[in-house]
């Protein structure tokens, strides 16, 4: 099937503004009679339930933390993107449309990038409104900062606590909302299905995660805004409950899964420190403005890093990319990083670190001025590795981050199956094969505040309000399905735990679908899953009942799901015979070790449907056109 995405035509510049116009609305007597359920609050989750529920609608929201405020958007450190060219440096919306296909390594839809770029102006006006306190400059006006990428200062921060800024801000609006009837909030409950009723997304089944009741929701139109999946590595930047569930449970009734295999690895991460660890650190891209990267010009030198002179250093990302230096896109600095290790020059236990270093900032700009810019980076560090990085290098390493991969959409952020949109990390719309640092915060937002409004109301205004009910027989089916599982999770009582499993489900993933891919490894990989999928539902033990709070009930049907969407992940990756962004194969590089695409055979979007239990997905394509930007090697040099 050749899947369309239904982006309108006309000039780039106008598409966005001819799609609102051609886009049928509901009136405000109507939309009180709509109910739109949202699934996970982050800053896409928080940001729809709010303005949905401004607009009138009614909205369930459900997220399986305590709170919206504890949603994973709060780990993003450094900053959001915009195009407002505050710094007068020559910025414009062109440029960070342009910068962000060329950053995906031209594997995303035009019109998507560039509708993005064009509303990133309006997320910072919209959150400067809610009283989100980004950094100011001596004259009182917004403060900007550059990231990998680009050779423009666009990226607007709240010190290393962006995220978290931006998600109270959101969390605000929603809370108005709540307060106001609009939205009913569920904390504390998962997504365990997606309810289709003739073809049509009606509904879910979830799970209160308190009592262990299970129970169902109807709706006339589903959101999901449940992040990316980069735990499938077990170790990643990610919080430990971010999973992958809500997204292939949709996958498994009828919506496609898009380009899996593209994951980013960001550069910026404390080192691995044992096998006792169960996620890994993020030292935010924004560091990269003041610190330079080096290891050892010489194999094997394990001196301090203070007795190293410079004539025996290797500044590696400035040497390689002169132009963009220390701020080289992410995919590109990992991969530069490992190789530096993998030559045997890496530092700190098990030489597999670089060094992150601040004393030439410090000696031009003085501690105060870099403290400031990063102070609780730097006491975060601190605090992990007992290691004061004002007077010794930070150490990094690359880790799972983002996922750039998600569930197919098309221009209305709507899945194949209809009624179901899917936004944020949780689409694969954006970003292409890597996601340029500081925009992951931009397309959450711009998805739930700008472009959702307008596009629910026309599938809305096309269908019969409160049509489908939680009495419809697919939703007693479902949670039948449902309570068989979790009985059959309860019942296996075998010898190893889920964490275990988990675990060997990440290694195996690391070392064959992580930074650096091969045929052999891939083949590998999808050797190994099954069989270790096979030992999970024979000697996997989960203690407790379904009765009540069980955490191991919760951690067994997310590592189930990753068991299937690992294999998932590495069927894309196999068939995927070129390397573009963060998917990086082995056999396809440039003499000087780049990654090497192939357009002729490979310039579209992959979108797997789910055939059956067998996991053997069928493949549909959507053909990328790009009208507006030239298809070129892809060069920060």
Sequence with gaps: MILDGKCP????????????????????????????????????????AASLGELGYMVEAFCYQDSPRRGHSIAAQGGINAAKNYPNDGDSIFRLFYDTIKGGDFRSREANVYRLATLSNNIIDQAVAQGVPFARDYAGYLENRSFGGAQVSRTFFARGQTG?????????????????????????????????????????????????????????????CTGGYANVFYLSTNAMGSNVTAAYRAYKKGAFFANPCYTQIHPTCIPVSGEHQSKLTLMSESLRNDGRVWVPAQKGDKRPPHDIPENERDYFLERKYPSFGNLAPRDIASRSAKE???????????????????????????????????????????KITAENAYEQPMRIYPAPHYTMGGLWVDYNLESTVSGLFVLGEANFSDHGANRLGASALMQGLADGYFIIPATISDYLARREPGKVTADHPAFKDSIAEIEKMTNKFLSINGKKSVTEFHH?????????????????????????IPALRAEFWENVRVTGTGKTLNQELEK??????????????????????????????????????????????????????????????????????????????????
């Design 504 to 528: 060997e489900l990440g290694r195996i993933m690391w070392d064959n679908v992580g930074m650096s891919r091969s045929q052999d490894g891939l083949g590998t990989a999808l050797q190994k």
């Design 556 to 637: 067994a049907g997310r590592v189930a799901d990753f068991l299937e969407f690992g294999e998932l992940m590495a069927h894309d990756a196999l068939h995927r015979n070129e390397s573009c962004g963060g998917h990086f194969r082995e056999e396809y590089q440039t003499p000087d070790g780049e990654a090497l695409r192939d357009d002729e055979r490979f310039n579209y979007v992959a979108a797997w449907e789910f055939t059956g239990s067998d996991n053997k997905p069928e493949m549909h394509k959507e053909p990328l056109t790009f009208e507006n930007v030239e298809l070129s090697v892809r060069s920060y040099k």
């Design 164 to 224: 978290q800024q931006l998600l109270l801000g959101a969390y605000s609006a929603l809370s108005r909302q709540i307060g106001a009837g609009t939205v009913q909030i569920h904390p504390r409950t998962e997504m365990l299905d997606l309810v289709v009723v003739d073809g049509a997304a009606r509904g879910i089944i979830v799970r209160d995660l308190v009592t262990g009741k299970i129970f169902s929701s109807a709706a006339d139109a589903v959101c999901l």
């Design 9 to 48: 035509s006309g000039p780039l510049a106008e598409k966005w503004d001819r799609q609102r116009q051609d886009l049928k609305l509901v009136n405000p007597a109507n939309k009180r009679k709509f109910k739109i359920i949202v699934v996970g609050t982050g800053l896409a989750g928080a940001s729809a």
């Design 340 to 382: 530096v290790c993998d030559e045997g020059r890496g530092v700190g236990p098990g030489s597999r670190g670089v060094y992150l270093d601040f004393a030439d900032s410090i000696q031009r700009l003085g501690q105060n001025a870099i403290q400031q810019r990063y102070g609780n980076l730097f006491e975060m560090y601190e």
